[in-house]
T-cell receptor, first 115, second 113 residues
Framework: GENVEQHPSTLSVQEGDSAVIKCTYS??????FPWYKQELGKGPQLIID?????GEKKDQRIAVTLNKTAKHFSLHITETQPEDSAVYFC??????????????FGTGTLLAVQP | DAGVIQSPRHEVTEMGQEVTLRCKPI?????LFWYRQTMMRGLELLIY????????DSGMPEDRFSAKMPNASFSTLKIQPSEPRDSAVYFC???????????FGQGTRLTVV
């Protein structure tokens, strides 16, 4: 089955700097890669996703890249702000017909943005 | 919609006791997922249902764990008997048939002493 590895487990940056979180996956059939943000005391929430037919996607300060050959995907946050502090999870899944089966998550990255 | 609702938010129980966690998915969502979150293993998928039918329970760690979905608006995850290593945050999530985003509840923090 699918296995998703995520690094680093913790990341501390200064406000305004960039943050990068990296993931690898094992199942070449996976074609849908979402990123979830979990704030303290809450459940994870989708912030951005990417499909295997594109290599990069951007939404304001957040961008995701995908290297399908190497089975790597990354989350990039620019101009970090204190409210970006949270746990970030990557995930992999197989999408078909506009829906996915089960999401397999990485182990999470605790991002701390220092003011 | 109020989102996915889980209860209780916190549960402290003694080893050997039965624990039941509850979930109400978002109305109209046909898929329901149970996840367990720990520091060491992150978010692990335990089981998921489609139209109230269990589809994949390969993540359920032991026979002590069981899950049911008697109707479209309610699911339970039961641990009997509970052990200290079951201490974790348990999340329920749901999504519609046509869709990719999973909507998570706020979780149940379980502590077994």
């Amino acid at each position: 089955g699918e296995n998703v590895e995520q690094h680093p487990s913790t990341l501390s940056v200064q406000e305004g700097d960039s943050a990068v979180i990296k993931c690898t996956y094992s199942d070449s059939a996976s074609n849908y890669f979402p990123w979830y943000k979990q704030e303290l005391g809450k459940g994870p929430q989708l912030i951005i996703d990417i499909r295997s037919n594109v290599g990069e996607k951007k939404d304001q300060r957040i961008a995701v890249t995908l290297n399908k050959t190497a089975k790597h995907f990354s989350l990039h946050i620019t101009e970090t702000q204190p409210e970006d502090s949270a746990v970030y999870f990557c995930a992999a899944s197989i999408e078909y017909g506009g829906a996915t089966n089960k999401l397999i998550f990485g182990t999470g990255t605790l991002l701390a943005v220092q003011p | 919609d109020a989102g996915v609702i889980q209860s209780p938010r916190h549960e402290v129980t003694e080893m050997g006791q039965e624990v039941t966690l509850r979930c109400k998915p978002i109305s109209g969502h046909d898929y329901l997922f149970w996840y367990r979150q720990t520091m060491m293993r992150g978010l692990e998928l335990l089981i998921y249902f489609n139209n109230n039918v269990p589809i994949d329970d390969s993540g359920m760690p032991e026979d002590r764990f069981s899950a049911k979905m008697p109707n479209a608006s309610f699911s339970t995850l039961k641990i009997q008997p509970s052990e200290p290593r079951d201490s974790a945050v348990y999340f329920c999530a749901s999504r519609p048939t046509e869709g990719t985003e999973a909507f998570f509840g706020q979780g149940t923090r379980l502590t077994v002493v």
